[in-house]
Each structure stands twice: as structure tokens, then as C-alpha cells.
């Protein structure tokens, strides 16, 4: 969502006139897009500011500002903190940084604009996206569950979604730009619950780009649009090749999702899903709402629907008072789920949040060293099962040139695992059968099949 955030700050200012620069030496604005999840973001954050502080002393016309999640955590403290900091700018308001800039140079006083009410989502044709075929398309933001360690509901509020019609009208506009990909965004996406069905056939004039020849329009009855629904209405926006979506929550990981996507080819056949632990009383401390054998159950449902499904997850390492027998309960999750891919964090706490309040009693050595055999175990696991790719022909949507080595072309696969192949670069921007012929750490080496076969 940050990075969604971002694309439309700087497509905004673009617009307004404002230059882009990646060197910070050259800049008269220097804009931090910041994220409060983890201690650890916020910490760089606090650093970046005490080094603009010296910058600012030597040119004192820099303007210094902050955007993103921290921002609506700590909201005008951050100005008593850091007197450096010129503006501040709320996740529902980056359509106003241009003038708040500008209010900046003309006063030099601090000035920050957050609203707390209101959808956090802007969608903009202004948007400048670094991909010409893939798109982020936030559907919702906020979050109604009440995990203990996350401050998520603090700065993003409650959930609210985008009405179906919207999202449905944004993602036609992105197709007819030319996208491809879409990646459906949500602090809680699988919640998502649209308030209005997508346009009536009567409705067609105030809209561009839509195909509605193939849909069931009249199948919704406007009492609100489920994110399985919403799912199987973008799948039928032709020229829309791929949708991916995160975060998903367990309990809103229904039988029905998983049946869309087994039905769906278009849609990414990776599912990550967060477990954050293996151990049925650390969930519960975390108010996660499943137990571990809930979870499983439901991997084990989807996998057996849709058997080529890449399962990726989170995991927290040393949550407040997880002892050495649920630290092994997580470690035998990871062996028994065999995830494709697993995000794995040391436990810190966020103020503010209910575990705020609970000890933060496992010593940082121990949730290091748990963070890492929890990481070796994964890297092996993930190897082994990128091994059994090996041989395989596969679908891969080639993105562009590989940064790597830029002769070749790199992509996706339906997993999501990155491949890359010789190839002309006229291929950028379409789906190409590829056969796996290897796998260096996360990236397949592969050749297009078509060359194979010849
Ligand atoms: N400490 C460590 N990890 C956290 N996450 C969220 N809050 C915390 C915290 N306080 C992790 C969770 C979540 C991911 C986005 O970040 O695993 O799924
Ligand atoms: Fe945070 Fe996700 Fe839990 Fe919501 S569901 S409180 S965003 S961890």
C-alpha cells in the first residue's frame, strides 16, 4: 500500500510541476514515505531525520516531509520531536502535498494536514507507475481484527472498503492503459465488502473500456460485493490477464475463495497467507481468531483445489511470552506446511497496541536466534521445492529486461517465482511458455519453450 501511496505522491507533484529526482543532494524537497508496522522501519526513519536535520543546517531552504503510517501514528509529536520536519501529510490527504509544499516556502512554519475519516484511497489518472503492465489497485484499507502486536487498526482505522463499481471502472481504465496485471491491495484484502454492484447495463455510457458482454452483470444484487465476487467480476474484464491480491486474513479464507480460484485461471496462483505462529496459545495471545489446525485445514483445501498454488506466509519470531516448546510448534509448522516462501520477523512491540501492554519477555538474543534457524529451515525448504519446478514448462509474464543481466528478459511465473530467459524484447508486456531448466537462489534460469521444442 506504501508503495501504491508513493506512486500517487509523486505522479501528484508531477503534475503540479515538480521534478523528480533520485539524488537527494539536488533536491529542495525531501519527502519520506514512511511505515509504522515493525520497530524497525520506524527506527530508519528517526535516522534519515537527525541527517536531514545536519542537511538542513547548511541549506536551510530544504523542506523535510513525511507521509505514510507513522504519520497517523504519531501526528503532531513527531513536529515537537523533530524540528526539522516541515510537513506531514496523512494517509487520506497526499492529493493536498502539493499546496502544503507551497504553503511551506511561503510561511516556514510546520504544517500538517491528517484526517482520520474518510477512505485512504485515491485513484488517480495522475498515477506514476513504474510498470507499464502491472498496477496496484488498493480495494480497501483498514482492518476490524485486533492481532495484539499490530498497529495497523491504530493507523489505518477501520476497514472500509471501495464500492465494487469503482474498483471494477478503475481496473477497466488500467487495462485500456495498457496493464495486464493487477495486484488488489488490502491491510485485510480477503474482507473486503463492496457496497455497490458493478454498473448496469444502463450505466455503460459514464463509464470507458468496460467489456460487460461477458459478464452476469444482473447477478448482483446490490446488498454487497464479497472479494470472491469481486474477484470473479475482474476476471472478466478482458485484456485483464493476471490478478494477484494481499494481505488475506485466515478466518475470511473461505471454501468460496478458494473455489473462485480454482475456477480462475487468471488469478496468480500464489496465496500468502499469514500463520504468525504455530502454537495454538501464542494465536490466541495474538487474538489471531484460528488455531493452527484450522489454518492447516484450509492450506490443505486449497492445495487440494488448486494443486499448483504457491502458499507463502509470515511468521513472528519471540512474541511476549513464547517459551521454547511454541517456538518448536512454529518451527514444525513451517516443516509440516512446507511453505513456498515465509516472511519471518523478531517480535517488537508497538505502543499503543494491546501486547503493548503484555511483558516483551523473550531476550533479543533468543528471538534471534530463533528468527534465524526458523529462516534456514525455510531457505531449505524453499529450495527443495523450487527444485521440483525444475523440467517443468510454465506460463511466465515477462516483465522487462533482467536488472541482473540485462540481455536477458526477466518475468513471472503463475507462482510468482521469477524466471529469466533469453528473449527479444518485444516479448516485454505478454505471457510466454517457458521451460525451467534451473534454479539459482529465488530465480529460475530458463529458456523459452518454444526454442526448447524446436
Ligand atoms: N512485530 C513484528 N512483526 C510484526 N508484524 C506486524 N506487527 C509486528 C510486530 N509488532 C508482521 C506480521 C504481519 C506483517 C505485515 O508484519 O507478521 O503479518
Ligand atoms: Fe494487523 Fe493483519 Fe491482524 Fe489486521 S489482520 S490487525 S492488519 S495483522
Aim: proline share 5%; with cysteine.
Amino acid at each position: 500500500m506504501n508503495e501504491y501511496d508513493g506512486q500517487v505522491a509523486v505522479g501528484i507533484l508531477g503534475h503540479e510541476g515538480f521534478q523528480i529526482t533520485p539524488d537527494e543532494s539536488q533536491a529542495d524537497v525531501v519527502l519520506m514515505n514512511t511505515c509504522s508496522v515493525r520497530e524497525h522501519a520506524e527506527e530508519r526513519v528517526y535516522s534519515r531525520l537527525g541527517m536531514l536535520g545536519k542537511a538542513k543546517r547548511q541549506n536551510p531552504h530544504l523542506i523535510v516531509g513525511l507521509m505514510g503510517c507513522m504519520v497517523e501514528e504519531h501526528r503532531e509529536n513527531l513536529f515537537r520531536r523533530f524540528p526539522q520536519l516541515d510537513l506531514m501529510v496523512g494517509t487520506r490527504n497526499i492529493k493536498e502535498l502539493p499546496t502544503l509544499i507551497k504553503e511551506v516556502e511561503k510561511n516556514r512554519r510546520q504544517v500538517a494536514r491528517i484526517k482520520q475519516d474518510g477512505i485512504s484511497i485515491e485513484y488517480t489518472e495522475l498515477i506514476q507507475r513504474t510498470s507499464k503492465y502491472h498496477a496496484w489497485l488498493p480495494i480497501m484499507t483498514g482492518c476490524n481484527k485486533v492481532c495484539t502486536f499490530c498497529i495497523v487498526p491504530i493507523t489505518r482505522g477501520a476497514e472500509v472498503s471501495m464500492p465494487a463499481r469503482e474498483v471494477y471502472r478503475e481496473a477497466s481504465r488500467l487495462v485500456g492503459e495498457g496493464v495486464r496485471w493487477i495486484t488488489l491491495l488490502g491491510q485485510n484484502v480477503n474482507s473486503y465488502m463492496g457496497r455497490s454492484p458493478i454498473p448496469m447495463i444502463g450505466d455503460r455510457k459514464h463509464l470507458s473500456n468496460l467489456t460487460f458482454e461477458r459478464a452476469d452483470v444482473n447477478s448482483y444484487n446490490g446488498e454487497g460485493v464479497s472479494f470472491p465476487a469481486l474477484l470473479e467480476m475482474l476476471c472478466q474484464i478482458e485484456g485483464l490477464e493476471r490478478i494477484s491480491f494481499t494481505t488475506s486474513h485466515p478466518s475470511d479464507a473461505t471454501e468460496e475463495l478458494f473455489q473462485v480460484i480454482a475456477r480462475q485461471p487468471k488469478i496468480s496462483r500464489r496465496f500468502h497467507l499469514p500463520l504468525q505462529s504455530g502454537s495454538d496459545l501464542i494465536l490466541k495471545r495474538m487474538k489471531r481468531l484460528h488455531t493452527y489446525i484450522d489454518y492447516r485445514k484450509k492450506i490443505e483445501r486449497l492445495r487440494e483445489l488448486v494443486p499448483d498454488i504457491s502458499v507463502t506466509t509470515d511468521i513472528i519470531a519471540g512474541f511476549s511470552g513464547e517459551t521454547e516448546e511454541d517456538y518448536q510448534a512454529t518451527y514444525r509448522a513451517l516443516e509440516e506446511i512446507r511453505y513456498d516462501g515465509a516472511y519471518i520477523f523478531k517480535y517488537s512491540v508497538r505502543p499503543g497496541t494491546p501486547a503493548g501492554k503484555l511483558p516483551d519477555d523473550v531476550p533479543f538474543t533468543v528471538k534471534e536466534d530463533r528468527n534465524h534457524e526458523l529462516l534456514a529451515l525455510q531457505k531449505k525448504i524453499m529450495a527443495e521445492k523450487n527444485r521440483s519446478w525444475v523440467g517443468r514448462s510454465t506460463e511466465v509474464f515477462v516483465e522487462g529486461p533482467s536488472p541482473k543481466r540485462p540481455e536477458e528478459l526477466i518475468g513471472k511465473t503463475p507462482q510468482e517465482k521469477k524466471a529469466v530467459f533469453r528473449g527479444s524484447k518485444e516479448l516485454i508486456g505478454t505471457f510466454q511458455k517457458v521451460t525451467l531448466l534451473d534454479v539459482k537462489d529465488e530465480t529460475f534460469l530458463g529458456s523459452l519453450a518454444a526454442l526448447c521444442e524446436s
